[in-house]
């Protein structure tokens, strides 16, 4: 789809690509925080959290474009469309994705298109979702006696018609993560198998993250189908396979299910106070130190 521009305008708005972070919104970054304060209007996934939403002015104008697996969303060239014509008739135009907007976000897709309309643009890194993920289900990606790396893909992609070369993928000292991969668990499983990768593998399925509501399905390569289709697994979901999910009995710190007197679960207005304190505390001390 070719992008339309706006004859005779000038194309003075701004674009700032914002990664909104797995879903805590104490994850979220103080330069996002920022940026969300300014905006105009904001694009956002279907995955930020009401507690981060809670931050955008109450008279920006929100546009909900977020992608959902089985279910009606917007198509990216409409997404793209709508960045470029909010940025003619705007000053300040933020895409809030989850996560982080480069990995599986299609953030660069976007940014391509403003390029080609010649708009200004900025990008603000997130805390992906492999990481939030992981440090939230004691799970590390990488450890000396357990994995030596770690690569993430997308399991999103038509498997049965692009097979994916799984033999990349099959490393017993290497950690996966599948990004969006649950409807695919079938797949995933065979290839994994085929390509050699050990039928008893620990792997873990991490619902709703970083969240109250996460859930931890935990069990072996052999059983990814049945734990991909527990009926209390909610979205988003990541798939995490490999040795290090052995760990995660032991280092699992967050207890959403428990009365945690010692977390402070603010509201949208007190994050808004919560952050502003913070960066008014930054900008002091920063201060302080170029006088000096």
């Given at each position: 789809?070719?992008?339309?521009?706006?004859?005779?305008?000038?194309?003075?708005?701004?674009?700032?690509?914002?990664?909104?972070g797995p879903g805590d919104v104490e994850l979220l970054t103080?330069?996002?925080?920022?940026?969300?304060?300014?905006?105009?209007?904001?694009?956002?996934?279907?995955?930020?959290s009401e507690d981060i939403m809670a931050l955008v002015p109450k008279d920006a104008e929100k546009i909900a474009v977020g992608k959902r697996a089985g279910k009606h969303s917007a198509a990216q060239d409409e997404i793209n469309q709508l960045l470029v014509t909010k940025a003619f008739t705007k000053q300040n135009v933020v895409r809030l994705k989850g996560g982080d907007p480069f990995i599986f976000g299609r953030g660069g897709e976007e940014l391509q298109s403003l390029v080609e309309s010649g708009l200004e643009f900025e990008v603000v890194p997130g805390i992906t979702a492999a990481s939030g993920t992981s440090a939230y289900a004691g799970i590390p990606l990488t450890h000396r006696d357990y994995a030596q790396g770690v690569t993430f893909i997308t399991g999103h992609c038509q498997l049965e018609s692009r097979p994916m070369d799984w033999n990349s993928y099959a490393n017993p000292n290497n950690t996966l993560v599948i990004y969006m991969g649950i409807l695919n668990a079938g797949l995933i499983k065979a290839g994994l198998l085929e390509a050699g990768r050990n039928i008893d593998t620990p792997v873990a399925i991490v619902s709703k993250a970083t969240t109250q509501d996460q859930r931890c399905f935990i069990g072996t390569l052999g059983e990814l189908e049945?734990?991909?289709s527990n009926p209390e697994l909610e979205m988003p979901a990541l798939m995490i396979i490999g040795e290090v999910v052995e760990l995660a009995d032991s280092l699992n710190w967050f207890k959403p299910d428990s009365n945690q007197e010692d977390r402070v679960r603010n509201d949208g207005a007190q994050n808004k106070l919560l952050y502003s304190e913070f960066a008014q505390g930054l900008n002091q001390k920063l201060k302080a130190e170029i006088a000096q």
């Open positions: 789809m070719e992008i339309v521009t706006l004859p005779g305008q000038r194309a003075g708005g701004k674009v700032w690509l914002v990664g909104a103080l330069k996002a925080y920022r940026i969300l304060q300014s905006a105009d209007v904001v694009l956002y996934d279907a995955l930020i049945r734990l991909a």
